[in-house]
């Protein structure tokens, strides 16, 4: 009896992992399905929009939104950042000698997967990675002059397309460990990024309309009105797991930078148009 | 501390938006040692058009950082010299002209 039940629950086992295995699906696969579920959702709405997130749910929004991009309350942020980027360091060198093309317009690759690191490198990561390398302090990932240097990276990128290469070996495995993060439930309230980010964009949660997955790391650093300044997706997601009341973890923790990695990978092909403002 | 301005002129309006950095603290918020954080917001915002007052704007402490105001001017026309300048609580003040184009 036992040796049948035994023998039972390891055909099981096998033919759920062998389920698993196919259909575990590659980013492409991800990615190609993302869109088909938005675009059927919403035929109206073209895929290039999605870079503007809820605003393009609500029109009254939308007129608002369009409007401060005539005047962004980040501008003044662009040009210290330029200021900031272009000011050496005590050692001589400045930013561009850290970065693919001087740091110029190559904000829409991050975050990417660092062979050499073993690890997903996000925009603010290599920043402070690149000051540590030059002799300087890093700088702190909210509240300081790094979003300004992020914001000036990000607006030489407008108009650019998202980029990532596929992923492979270690670099897909962040990939899942990242797709996982999104998919679990967690906090006191058990909940998941998808339930407000797929099952609710586009719904009132209260009064708010929760951006859709597709499109939203398009339009980073945000100046968001609630905080008055600019801040990092990371910082966001720091807010989102207190509002589930879960753990929160800290800035470019691993599980943060890999459900970033995730994200990026859902927008490959979308236009970058950071800094952005919202709400 | 910076202003950023910018002028559309549709017929004689003239639609002016203006972006002002400034910390505008109202004097009873706490540092994270519990210290007051001096007052700083500005007082006064105005706007001469060709050294003549054409808009004023008293703010308070109910304005928060870096202000944006946005107002239409009217009987305008292009070459028109806009002056603006803010005064502030503790007596600094910035100014910036603009020429409508």
Known sequence: MIRLLT????????????????????????????????????????????????????PKARAQFEEIEEFPPWEFDVEEGEELFNTPFKNGKTYADCFENGGIGIAQKYPLWDEKRQEVVTLPYAINLCREANGEQPLPYEKSDLLKVQAYMAYTSRGKRIEAPEPTGKALEAYKKGREYYYSKRGQLDMTCANCHLQHAASRLRYELPGPLLGQTTHWPVYRSKWEELGDIQRRYKECNKQVRAKDLPYQAEEYRNLQYYMHLMDVGLEFNGPSSRK | MGMKVKVKLAGDQAKVKLLIRH????????????????????????????????????????????????????????????????????????EKEVVIK
């Open chain 1, 7 to 58: 023998f039972v629950s390891l055909l099981l086992l096998g033919t759920v992992s062998a389920w698993a295995q196919t259909t575990d699906t590659t980013p492409a696969e991800d990615r190609e399905a993302l869109r088909k579920f938005f675009q059927s959702k919403f035929p109206d709405i073209p895929l290039d929009a999605y870079k503007d997130g809820a605003y393009i749910f609500d």
């Open chain 2, 23 to 94: 910390p505008m603290e109202t004097g009873r918020r706490k540092d994270d040692s519990g210290k007051i954080i001096p007052a700083k917001y500005i007082q006064t915002l105005t706007c001469h058009a060709n050294d003549e007052l054409c808009f004023e704007s008293q703010f308070g402490t109910g304005v928060s950082k870096d202000p944006f105001l946005s107002f239409t001017l009217l009987n305008r026309k292009a070459g028109d010299k806009l002056k603006f300048k803010w005064v502030d609580s503790t007596g600094d003040s910035d």
